[in-house]
């Protein structure tokens, strides 16, 4: 710790004070769950509470528009690949894991110190011992491995097996001991190893394996390759003072994670925050956000915070995910400061579903139904608003087989795996947002269905832990809930980054923005800050990932390797080009054809002119051919259900409502498309059947010579 002597001589009724010592902790500690990043920002998160805040206040609401790049450094030799790590600094050093790399980067001029090969998968972030020498990333064959601090030379390396898979997923740093967690569809465990050699001391399974374990009566007697998922792949917060560890665990995937029918039981710790002692991996306690999920709706991020509730100050473990809700809960005991009630939901006995979810009594911080809107009204419309013919519902709404059922938030909505923040200064909890709804049925593939032709945006969110109430929110226009955090600090600032590759500081006491930075590729990545000789720098590593937009070239995100630093009065990097942005909708399955060549025809209720009629239990969306359509303005084209077809299929135009036809086996519909635009459409049969036609503006006349 640094030293710091109090010299003052303190006179009190007639006497001297003796000359007091004291030790003020700093960020490269990590000796508290909440001191705040300072000169360095040490771990993924910030600090042990995850709050993503830093004291530093060089950097200003006034003069932040003069903030500009410093250096940029390819983490990766220039090549383009997805990566979700966040990178962490200490003295001055900047530890980045980019394509199966740790990188050291010099944080002044940008300058690699070092580069070892030692990763495999990794995609969160690095995790660094300042008191043990060694940063630590996730191996090969299931394994830790350590790198010396200075040099990136392998210390050692340890595999561990039968506990969960350790690719791609947190690891953190405290006291001589490494936290890891797993990400594994049959099995997980949270592990706690020694920092010094690796040993494996305790791990804590997401499913419990064995009678007797807490948690192994809730899964209704089912065999245990029906019990699986729930593994804990998110940061952990830690908070020493308490003791404890912190771990999220994820959804369980008992055979499929849309089926509950096999698994009846609240299905522990499936969704839950498990809290437990610190230096024996002892359990303490829980708390499950989700009862028996069959939508994929877990509970992602936790966030330590100290907060004053109703004038008595709290210690606080706060929550939140894919429900859009934040759990609210004491760090000691688990209980609900602000009240979390047990509220009845629709149930499907089909699916054993749980007839009681938990509900903050203050509400979502999002939306929580799908909105089902009159055709040809504003496009895009409220942000949930449901692409038609499909049943809506609400969260927790129960589903089977047939036509899925659409609901919101999505499992790639609300705050997803998005890193939260919580500021010091304005007491306020910060999060990324997407609304991105999702289809459910026993028929999806993965873990349910983002409908094609869907809008995908998203928001900023700043919520009150004191009320959990909404403070503000401000829309944006992608989704900000897939590694899209946020950064804080002591004036009032907020960082966050787009997948369109902007960098954008706002008002963190409004949502004002106040500065933007292109950087030249998608952000998936938390930004940090830090200082070097007395100036305050922020930077952000703009790589990408896929969720949700993919990687497809005409609508998907643009991959990178840029490593940027910023601070005030900089004009060494120029900003970056432009990518390409992301498609806003939800894009339709297949590649283009021209109408020529399908003579301006469109089948319904068929992949191919020659296939069987698609069932309404099929998960594709692909009955509808072609699937993309490009064709020039002024041209008509003709919709048919084929005689072959035994059911009505119908061409429903959304936003727009341009058109909807039902048309029996047998008839056909025209359209003639006199606009140029993208125009979607989808089968009221089978809505995941969905098709767009793309109309070009017409090439000029030619004037006669």
């Given at each position: 710790m640094k030293l710091r002597l109090l010299s003052a001589l303190l006179l009190s009724a007639g006497t001297f004070a003796v000359p007091t010592t004291v030790f003020a902790a700093t960020a490269a500690d990590l000796a508290s769950c909440c001191t705040p990043g300072d000169q360095d920002f040490p771990k993924v998160g910030g600090n042990l509470g995850n709050q993503n805040y830093s004291s530093l206040k060089q950097v200003t609401r006034a003069n932040v528009k003069q903030l500009g790049g410093a250096w940029l450094t390819h983490v990766n030799g220039g090549v383009a690949d997805s990566n979700q790590s966040t990178p962490v600094v200490v003295d001055g050093v900047i530890f980045v894991e980019a394509s199966g790399n740790v990188v050291a980067i010099d944080g002044k001029t940008g300058a690699i110190k070092w580069k070892t090969a030692a990763a495999a998968g990794t995609r969160r972030?690095?995790?660094?011992?300042?008191?043990?020498?060694?940063?630590?990333?996730?191996?090969?064959?299931?394994?830790?491995?350590?790198?010396?601090?200075n040099t990136g030379v392998e210390k050692w390396r340890k595999t561990y097996a039968g506990v969960g898979t350790v690719g791609k997923v947190a690891v953190i740093y405290h006291d001589k001991r490494v936290y890891i967690g797993t990400n594994d569809a049959s099995i997980g465990s949270g592990l706690m190893v020694d920092g010094t050699d690796g040993t494996l001391l305790s791990n804590f399974w997401g499913v419990p394996q064995k009678p007797g374990d807490i948690g192994y009566d809730t899964w209704g007697g089912a065999p245990m390759n029906q019990r699986a998922g729930a593994t804990p792949w998110i940061h952990p917060a830690v908070d020493p003072e308490t003791n404890t560890i912190f771990w999220v665990f994820g959804n369980n995937r008992g055979g499929s994670s849309q089926n509950g029918s096999t698994r009846p039981g609240q299905n522990?710790?499936?969704?839950?925050?498990?809290?437990?002692?610190?230096?024996?991996?002892?359990?303490?306690?829980h708390f499950q956000m989700v009862h028996h999920d069959h939508w994929d709706m877990d509970i992602m991020n936790v966030v330590l915070a100290d907060v004053p509730i109703r004038g008595q100050m709290r210690k606080l473990v706060f929550v939140t995910g894919k429900t859009g809700m934040a759990y609210i809960l004491d760090r000691n005991d688990g209980s609900a400061p602000l009240g979390i009630d047990e509220v009845p939901v629709p149930t499907d006995t089909r699916q054993a579903s749980w007839p009681?979810?938990?509900?903050?009594?203050?509400?979502?911080?999002?939306?929580?139904?799908?909105?089902?809107?009159?055709?040809?009204?504003?496009?895009?419309?409220?942000?949930?608003?449901?692409?038609?013919?499909?049943?809506?519902?609400?969260?927790?709404?129960?589903?089977?087989?047939?036509?899925?059922?659409?609901?919101?938030?999505?499992?790639?909505?609300?705050?997803?795996?998005?890193?939260?923040?919580?500021?010091?200064?304005?007491?306020?909890?910060?999060?990324?947002?997407a609304y991105v709804g999702a289809s459910h049925s026993l028929n999806e593939g993965s873990n349910g269905l983002r409908?094609?032709?869907?809008?995908?945006?998203?928001?900023?969110?700043?919520i009150d832990p004191a009320t959990n109430l909404v403070r503000w929110k401000k829309a944006m226009p992608y989704s900000l809930a897939h590694g899209n955090g946020i950064l804080t600090t002591a004036s009032d600032l907020l960082f966050i980054g787009q997948p369109d590759g902007n960098l954008i500081g706002m008002d963190a006491t409004s949502g004002r923005e106040l500065w933007r930075f292109q950087t030249g590729a998608a952000i998936s990545a938390s930004p940090i800050t830090y200082t070097i000789d007395g100036e305050q720098y922020v930077a952000i590593l703009a790589q990408g990932t896929s969720i949700p937009y993919g990687t497809s070239a005409a609508t998907g995100i643009t991959l990178g390797d840029n490593l940027i630093a910023f601070k005030i009065g900089a004009t060494t990097v120029p900003q970056q080009p432009t990518p390409k942005p992301p498609a806003l909708r939800r894009p339709v399955s297949g590649n283009p054809v021209t109408g020529a060549s399908v003579g301006n025809t469109v089948i319904l209720g068929k992949s191919s002119p020659t296939a069987a009629e698609q069932s309404i239990n099929s998960g594709s969306t692909n009955g509808v051919y072609p699937t993309h359509m490009q064709i020039t303005a002024g041209t008509t084209v003709t919709f048919t259900n084929p005689g072959s077809n035994a059911n009505t299929h119908c061409a429903t135009q959304f936003f727009e409502g341009k058109f909807n036809f039902s048309l029996t086996p047998g008839q056909s519909a025209t359209y003639t498309f006199n606009e140029p635009g993208e125009y979607f459409f989808n089968d009221c049969y089978n809505p995941r059947s969905t098709a767009k036609i793309e109309v070009q503006a017409a090439a000029p006349a030619v004037a006669a010579r």
């Open positions: 972030g690095a995790a660094v011992a300042k008191d043990l020498g060694l940063v630590y990333t996730l191996g090969t064959g299931n394994s830790l491995v350590a790198l010396d601090i522990l710790f499936a969704s839950s925050v498990v809290a437990l002692d610190l230096k024996t991996g002892a359990y303490k306690w009681t979810q938990p509900r903050p009594r203050q509400g979502a911080w999002t939306e929580t139904c799908a909105v089902t809107e009159p055709l040809g009204g504003p496009v895009p419309g409220n942000p949930n608003r449901a692409v038609p013919n499909y049943p809506v519902g609400c969260l927790y709404a129960p589903h089977w087989d047939g036509k899925p059922v659409l609901s919101f938030p999505g499992h790639g909505g609300a705050a997803d795996w998005s890193h939260l923040s919580f500021s010091q200064s304005t007491k306020l909890m910060y999060t990324g947002a409908p094609p032709g869907e809008y995908m945006t998203g928001a900023v969110v700043a």
